[in-house]
């Protein structure tokens, strides 16, 4: 199986909130500082779990993984938006891990998209048809930057 993070972002979503999430300031400084996000692949498995700083260095002597343990990594510094949305979606929605398969990724409908949508303190995500999805981005690009005022009459 050939996947992508943007692949497993959408997946994971999909499994997991196929009605859309938010992702706020709480979430994104909830993520552990105690923890490590390890995922494995077998085949047409990922699995995805937390696993204690103790037993990632436990692995790391034991020449289970590569890589070093005592650097910290914040999710500012993850490779990528989709390894940082795969992390705050796991932390926030399956904290005791999850095995995504084949059928995850095949599940995923084709006739619709994964869409951001910024608030005032909030990430929202949603998966939307496809000409739903453009009309919004486009209406949201066309107004970017700019003042909205209402007047009432």
Same mark, same amino acid.
């Given at each position: &199986?050939?996947?992508?993070? +943007? *692949?497993?972002?959408?997946?994971? &979503?999909?499994?997991?909130?196929? =009605?859309? !999430?938010?992702? !706020?300031? *709480?979430?994104?400084?909830?993520?552990? &500082?105690?923890?490590?996000?390890?995922?494995? !692949?077998?085949?047409?498995?990922? $699995?995805?779990?937390?696993? @204690?700083?103790?037993?990632?260095?436990?692995?790391?002597?034991?020449?289970? #993984?590569?890589?070093?343990?005592?650097? /910290?990594?914040? #999710?500012?510094?993850?490779?990528?938006?989709? &390894?940082?949305?795969? @992390?705050?979606?796991?932390?926030?929605? $399956? /904290?005791?891990?999850?095995?995504?398969?084949? *059928?995850?990724?095949?599940?995923? +409908?084709?006739?619709?998209?994964?869409?951001?949508?910024?608030?005032?303190?909030?990430? #929202?995500?949603?998966?939307? +048809?496809?000409?739903?999805? =453009? $009309?919004?981005?486009?209406?949201?690009?066309?107004?970017?930057? =700019?003042?909205?005022?209402? !007047?009432?009459?």
């Amino acid at each position: &199986m050939v996947w992508s993070w +943007p *692949k497993v972002a959408c997946a994971l &979503m999909w499994r997991l909130a196929p =009605r859309g !999430t938010k992702v !706020t300031r *709480k979430d994104l400084g909830g993520l552990p &500082m105690d923890r490590v996000l390890v995922y494995d !692949t077998h085949g047409e498995e990922i $699995a995805f779990s937390w696993i @204690s700083l103790r037993t990632m260095r436990r692995r790391v002597a034991a020449g289970e #993984v590569s890589g070093r343990v005592d650097d /910290k990594v914040g #999710v500012l510094e993850l490779q990528g938006r989709w &390894m940082k949305l795969v @992390s705050v979606l796991l932390w926030k929605l $399956a /904290k005791d891990g999850l095995t995504l398969t084949a *059928k995850d990724f095949e599940a995923v +409908p084709a006739d619709q998209q994964l869409l951001a949508q910024g608030t005032a303190d909030a990430i #929202v995500y949603r998966f939307l +048809p496809h000409a739903e999805a =453009r $009309a919004i981005a486009q209406r949201d690009s066309e107004n970017e930057g =700019r003042i909205i005022v209402e !007047t009432g009459q």
